[in-house]
């Protein structure tokens, strides 16, 4: 079967996922809330802000944008709403004045119907690009961040959880998805749980043909970098910003060799990174990987920014990612790679 | 032996408070305007968990980003930056970065528990406000340190702050203190700084007048630092037995009389525990301690709101047979 072939500039940027939510999308959400307008006015809302944000990707001169994840309120909230078995307390706080709805499983689960596809395919129809990122919880952060009242121990539901994920996976691919990125930030969170946890992702990336990525942050990667090349995924997104880049030095220490989504812009934070500085945090990273296995994306998702810092932040990244890319041209690299 | 009922740290923020201070964080609404309407929030709370039969614990700690913010503030030399997962759970918190020398500023919480006592005084609500504070070894864990090259040395400073800190607790009326400390007894500590933190709690134990309760939770790696902190200082322990059920010959042999707080109920997860099923550990330890505090393992801001309080009514309702 012919595969077609996809190029993007070396050191490719795209984004994590979430971006923030236009104000007046907000203003409709808090409405449709209090019952003020009809779930089709909210549809389209939602509609036009992945074109606002898509739009706000292409001017930055994202290469690999996502749809900042507008219909979703939260990564694991908007998962547990659309599969059966679970049940929502009230929400629960995850730092300073962040909150989410931490869903409780409360019955066996069970895929209802696909959950992000017309995410996807809505996001392909208005997208710059070929190539976009579809972000799907996985199965283990899903378990983790949930509460258990109902199935033996975790290890069982995260199983039960990637067969679910196995679903949606193969739901994109059909519908022509090229990369999907599965999130598992909760990953290194408890050392004595990754071993089989690392087998219960796979499973849930169980014949998938295509690229896959994951992304982690704000753990300890050494406790997942021993288990890198155990998870069947090409590349690893990393949070390094935050962390001031210190933690580089762990991808010599385990040998890190598949391509890297590396974090530049510190997402918690509003100040927003010159070009310059993310072209030096990005040198630093070439010290350690070749070009053509990195890829340039913020630490995080978006979406606790304000719109215009975060257009900034993306603007300086692309930017501070060109200033280098002049530098390996100038070496004699590709200005382009193949996408796989 | 008499038992009481009590919780530590954060309670979860309901809806009222998550949007009021958001808008405070939006500068749409003014510090104080913010302060009176939290003050009523709390006092809401307080009033809801003496229904209860709680006649003990914090305000919630609602003014707090984290288990750091805002008393790192009253620490020179001290900023708040990175953001880090607290334990292992999906809850994060601003580490202190510290930069030079510590030493104490001021108070930064002292005005606002002042109101929070007129209030319960004004009400005429029976209930002794707690303060919260970082423990030594967890101010040790979390903290980012640029200046002293050896945290042993930074905690003896931080030692000193603490002192100041409760003196002026004191000084307003808060003689009931609780230094939460997770990291003390966890795999990852290194034994140097908690070795140096029990030294400290023993220090401590001579040197103020005010009640400390040392809160330690989550699972537990070294039982004897626990018996140190129980044997060699007057203070009120409070103990994860949820996370560490396994411990419980071995404490029931430490005790002979005293205090000992106990967390019994998941304060991580929704699953309601039932009132007989905490009976048989309260009996337990009924011949071998004067006074049993009953509590969550942990602080309850891992749980929704609604799910704390039938939590608390579960504790409530266990007491009651006791009576």
Known sequence: MFMQEYYLPILPTTVIGSYPRPRWLRDIIRRYKKGQIKEKVLKEAYNDAVIAVIKDHEIAGIDIPSDGEQRRDEMVEYFAERIGGFKFYGPVRVWGNAFFNKPAVVDKLEYREPIVVNEFSFLQKVSYSKIVKVTITGPYTIADWSFNEYYSDKEELVYALAEIINREIKELEKAGAKYVQIDEPALPTHEEEVEWAVKAINKALEGIKIKLGMHICYGKYERILPYVDKINVSQFALEFANRQFKDLELLIEYSYNKELGFGVIDVHNRRIESPLEIAEAIRKVLSILPPEKVYINPDCGLKLLPREIARKKMENMVLGTKLVRKELVKAGFDDMIVFK | MSIETTFYGGFPRGKNFISLYSKFLKNDISREEFYKKTEAIVLGLIRKLSEYDVKIGTDGIFIWDDIFAPFSKALSSVEANGLYRFFDNNFYLRIPVVKGKISYEKCITCDWYRRIINRIKEERIEYTLRAVLPGYALFAFYSDDKYYNDKTRMLRDYHKVLLEEIESLRGIGIEDIELHDPALLCKEIPSKISEKSIDLYKSLNKQVISKVW?????????????????????????????????????????????TLSLGIVDARNTKLEKVRQLKTIIEKFREKVDKIYIAPNTFMEFIPERIAYRKVRILSNLSRKYR
């Open chain 2, 214 to 258: 040392v809160i330690t939770y989550f699972r537990y790696s070294y039982f004897d630092r626990l018996e140190s902190l129980i044997k060699d200082t007057n203070f009120i322990i409070h103990i994860d037995l949820v996370e560490n059920s396994s411990i419980m010959d071995n404490l029931l042999s430490l005790m002979d009389g005293g």
